[in-house]
């Protein structure tokens, strides 16, 4: 009976350390790279709408025709 607690007691500390090693940082990276192509997508978006955004152009009034002229010395 002892043995067997023992035994099991060796075999959960093996899968939880398999786990800690290996499975958790595979999924611990998997979801930062997923978080930073949502972000690199999110930041494409917004520079695609800025981009399609028409720029307001300044309008410039005219107050009268223009008179070219000479400089009389």
Do not use: C, H
């Not at 611990?28 to 709408?49: I, P, V």
């Amino acid at each position: 009976m002892l043995k067997d607690i023992i035994v099991l007691g060796i075999v959960i500390f093996l899968i939880y350390r398999i786990l800690n090693r290996y499975v958790l940082p595979i999924f611990r990276f998997t979801t930062a790279a997923n978080d930073n192509m949502r972000r690199m997508k999110e930041q494409m978006k917004e520079m695609e709408r800025n981009m399609s955004q028409p720029t307001q152009k300044k309008t410039v009034e005219k107050e009268g025709d223009y008179i070219d002229y000479e400089e009389v010395r």
